[in-house]
């Protein structure tokens, strides 16, 4: 792990236009996948990635205008989105009818594993919502709903069994030797579960709202074993308003990560001083000590995740 502090900022993030196999297919062809910490789950030999080295799980962004989605696909390990910007409809099961939640700026969702899920923007202006993907290798890839598949293909977009997505339109074929990805079978797909919109709602969801109100005097824990949305994802969030208090010199055992939701925040660091800014993304290394204040009057609000000694896998749910 790194032994220095690590920030990107949300102005420089670098976008990918063609991240996975959707990205020609009408309604979800203009969206844009960022990859912060480690490579995430893209698919396209063309994305950025600004930090390689991963402290046991991966952070990343998705960006869309309005009406834009991202299509139905599931993954093997946790993913847990916050809203940064905009408003987003969460939608799940085979065909994405099986329930759905609406989340606002500030929200977080723990999405369970093994269940297609997509995600659209029905704000009015570009939105952008904030990733925590479980394990260094976030699972090893997504697995997509079959009509995504075939529907990208009718539009020149291939998916190798390397997991390498191939632009028949621009030129590019699979290599010799390397055949498709194989849909997934009716049997294969009778496993994936569609959980009512009551279940995923009630143990997966958190409104920013109500995490202000349970961060009065310390911070919220939102993720893990005792927090909010009870889960052992390989990591472990909290959340830290203005009337968190003030933490003078916290020291973590393994790596953290600081990602501000709302206002600026003072973050007093061995390396030196950085203020940061919703969007950023400030990579702490193990046992760095840190001072951490808000930098100027108003609201003020952060999501913090730090590695756990527990796998990344399955979500711990009852479906």
């Keep these: 792990m790194t032994a220095t502090p690590q920030l990107v900022r949300y102005g420089d993030l670098v976008p990918c236009k063609t991240a996975f196999i959707d990205a020609h297919t009408p309604g979800s062809d203009r969206k844009e996948n960022f990859t912060i910490i480690g490579g995430g789950v893209s698919e396209s030999p063309d994305q950025h990635v600004h930090i390689r080295e991963t402290p046991g799980f991966n952070i990343g962004a998705a960006g869309q205008p ?71 290798d976030a699972g090893g890839g997504v697995v997509w709903a079959p009509q995504v598949v075939e529907e990208a293909s009718a539009h020149g977009l291939v998916l190798g069994q390397s997991g390498r997505l191939y632009d028949t ?30 279940g995923v709602v009630s143990g997966f969801v958190a409104r ?9 005097g310390a911070p919220a824990k939102v993720i893990g074993a005792e927090a909010k949305l009870k889960d052992r994802p390989g990591f472990e969030m909290d959340f830290v308003t203005r009337r968190s208090g003030a ?68 979500t711990h749910w009852d479906g």
């Design 247 to 314: 933490e003078a010199q916290t020291r973590h055992s393994k790596p953290t990560v600081l990602m501000p939701v709302r206002g600026h925040w003072r973050v007093a660091a061995e390396a030196g001083p950085q203020t940061l800014a919703p969007g950023d993304t400030f990579l702490i290394p193990v046992e760095w000590s840190y001072s951490l204040t808000p930098a100027m009057e108003g609201e003020a609000a952060l999501y913090r995740v730090t590695a756990t000694d527990d796998p990344a896998g399955p």
């Design 208 to 216: 920013y709202l109500d995490l202000v109100a349970l961060a009065d």
């Design 66 to 136: 309005p009406f834009c989605r991202n299509s139905l696909h599931s993954h093997r390990t946790a993913e847990v989105f916050f809203v940064l910007s905009g408003r987003w409809r969460f939608f799940w099961g085979r065909w994405g009818t099986a329930g759905e939640v609406i989340l606002e700026q500030g929200d977080i969702i723990n999405i369970p594993t093994g269940i297609f899920r997509g995600f659209e923007n029905i704000g009015t202006d570009y939105g952008m919502i904030m990733a925590v993907l479980g394990g260094d």
């Design 169 to 198: 339109k621009q030129g590019e074929a699979l290599p010799e030797g390397e055949a498709p990805m194989p849909l997934l079978t009716e049997a294969e797909l009778a496993e994936f579960p569609e959980p009512k919109a009551a």
